[in-house]
């Protein structure tokens, strides 16, 4: 049984498939039916959605397969019952579990005990889903991911600087992550990614200096500085992260075709300025858009693992 936990669960060689796949999937979207049935996938919603609820909506049925949403405030899982009673219930009732969550305990739990492959939809340690989809992103744009300099700036603690280190360097990419003191990943995570990246030939570094960090860069990425959760924090993050806000300023010292990344949602004049958001560098509606190829080729990869 194979579950997509954190980035890191795929090997190269896997990560390399499952993009192979998602943009055949991007191709014919309607080609493919491994949930045909319907088999049904349960997603369950601890934190707020948008992207992640849409995209796998549609991309599981776009599979053949029924999505199955399961409210996380009504489920109440590990207040009203614990995870591993939920999770062999919704092990019997669906295929697969697709979850949004907190702790990235809850979510290895549930994997324990679903019987299913269970899909992280994000915690607060990673975001792997969004990073197939970046990853998918990158490759059409710049036609390669090994070799290409990847520099994440603003709030590098979060799920998504976390799941930039794994993720890059097991595709081979030298990722630069710039933070203010107290918001960098932390070293264990470096120390991880860096044994990953010493076998694709790619890199994990933290350069709190932005403008070093952005220099050269192939692709210029940021994410908000309030992720969910910690919201009584936003004073006094801005006030920290404003350096590192991703302005036109910024991404001058980049490579002059380098394109901009944010897995949105986005909050303009904090993170990342309009004219970059909205500019003609930054990618992210085909990010956006890459979130269910991605997210079907790994469903389907996970189906076929099992
Ligand atoms: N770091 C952000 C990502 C949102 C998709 C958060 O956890 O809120």
Redesign the pocket.
């Given at each position: 049984m194979r579950h997509f936990l954190a980035d890191d669960d795929l090997t190269p060689a896997e990560q390399a498939r499952v993009l192979d796949l998602a943009a055949e999937l991007k191709r014919a979207p309607y080609d493919a039916k491994p949930l045909a049935g319907p088999r049904t996938v349960a997603m369950i919603f601890d934190?707020q959605t948008l992207?992640?609820q849409a995209s796998f909506a549609a991309g599981i049925a776009e599979l053949g397969g029924h999505p199955m949403l399961v409210d996380g405030a009504l489920a109440g899982i590990g207040v009203r019952e614990s995870v591993h009673d939920v999770a062999r219930v919704l092990g019997r009732q669906a295929s697969m579990v697709v979850w949004r969550t907190y702790a990235q305990a809850r979510l290895e739990e549930m994997a324990k005990y679903a019987g299913v492959p269970v899909v992280n939809a994000?915690t607060?340690d990673f975001?792997p889903c969004?990073l197939l989809a970046d990853l998918l992103t990158i490759r059409e744009h710049k036609q390669q991911l090994a070799g290409l300099t990847v520099a994440f700036v603003g709030?590098g603690a979060?799920?998504?600087g976390n799941s930039w280190l794994l993720a890059g360097a097991t595709a081979g990419l030298h990722v630069r992550v710039s933070s203010p003191d107290g918001f960098a990943p932390a070293p264990e995570m470096v120390e991880r990614a860096a044994a990953i990246a010493s076998g694709t030939g790619g890199s994990a570094t933290l350069e709190a200096d932005p403008v070093a960090a952005v220099t050269g860069a192939d692709v210029v990425v940021t994410?908000?500085w309030?992720?969910?959760?910690?919201e009584e924090e936003s004073a006094a993050r801005a006030a920290v992260l404003a350096p590192y806000s991703l302005t036109a300023a910024l991404l001058a010292h980049a490579a002059p075709d380098a394109i901009v990344l944010h897995?949105?949602?986005a909050y303009r004049g904090k993170e990342i300025a309009a004219e970059v958001l909205d500019g003609p560098q930054s990618v992210v509606w085909d990010e956006a858009e890459n979130r269910r190829h991605a997210q079907k080729a790994i469903l389907s990869f996970l189906l076929e693992a099992r």
């Open positions: 934190k992207r992640t994000l607060d975001h969004q709030d979060c799920n998504m994410d908000t309030i992720s969910m959760g910690k897995c949105l949602p």
